[in-house]
């Protein structure tokens, strides 16, 4: 199982303090079957972490793992903040990717809204050949209210991840039956665990498969995975047969 969100680095943002703590995180994505991990530290929210900080923490940890023996493989990114200024951003080299071959970006939107210029800028990206991952739109207020609004997006050749604690009813009842008809509708292409520590945002990645291969089936659960090792390989691959969710719940 490849988790393509997760927050393990210890000591750069909200995630584990230290690394002892990013130790017992990562026992746990173990136990519950997790062999890779993209970590995705966050930048250009609260916290600004970059690109070669980044490389040097996932270095680190990386060491202290195969140290321990854990058989857990890390790769670097981050959780990107969307600004209008990201082109430049990306165009200087300050971004890190989800993939070596820099196509695919993990996209964080504010919570309570879908900035205008989203759907420019992603334009722009699709233009350069990159594609963005919207992370957790169940969890964000625009697509909540209007969770068709991911359509345009799915329609330019980007993705949508949601987020394990979602559909496993962690965030209430509400969120849940969203993730449940994004699934349904095909809006969200994968699964990831957005894990920020044992106490606080858990992965929970067992758990949701389980939910969605006994709902969906395991054709589902087999497509998810296939579409994470795609994008950490930077191979192609695209949002398929979602459709406009009728019934709001």
């Known amino acids: 199982m490849i988790d393509l969100h997760c927050h393990i680095l210890p000591g750069i943002d909200d995630g584990p303090k230290t690394v002892k703590e990013s130790i ?29 900080d980044v490389l040097l923490a996932v270095e680190d940890l990386q060491k202290e793992l195969d140290r321990q023996s854990i058989p857990l493989t890390l790769f670097e990114g981050q959780e990107v903040r969307i600004k209008s200024n990201l082109i430049d951003e990306i165009k200087s080299g300050k971004i890190l990717f989800a993939d070596v071959a820099d ?3 993990l996209a964080e939107l504010p919570t309570n809204s879908i900035p205008e210029y ?12 990159i594609v963005p991952i919207i992370v957790h739109p169940e ?48 809006l ?34 087999n497509k998810m995975d296939q579409t994470c090792r795609d994008i950490i390989n930077g191979t192609f691959t695209k949002a398929e047969n979602y459709k406009y969710i009728r019934r709001i719940i």
């Open 24 to 52: 017992a995180m990562a026992e746990e994505a173990v136990r519950q079957g997790i062999t890779h991990i993209l970590c995705t530290p966050h930048h250009n929210q609260r916290f600004t972490n970059e690109k070669a």
């Open 103 to 105: 196509r695919y970006l």
């Open 118 to 129: 989203t759907e420019s800028l992603f334009y722009e990206l699709r233009q350069m050949g």
């Open 139 to 186: 969890r964000n207020r625009g697509f909540q209210e209007s969770p068709n609004l991911l359509l345009p997006y799915l329609n330019m050749g980007c993705l949508a991840q949601l987020t394990a604690p979602s559909i496993a009813g962690v965030y209430g009842k509400q969120i849940k039956k969203l993730s449940e008809q994004l699934i349904e509708h095909n």
């Open 188 to 221: 969200v292409q994968m699964i990831a665990s957005d894990a920020h520590s044992r106490k606080n945002r858990d992965f929970y990645m067992e758990k949701a498969y389980k939910i969605v291969g006994k709902k969906y089936g395991i054709e589902v659960i």
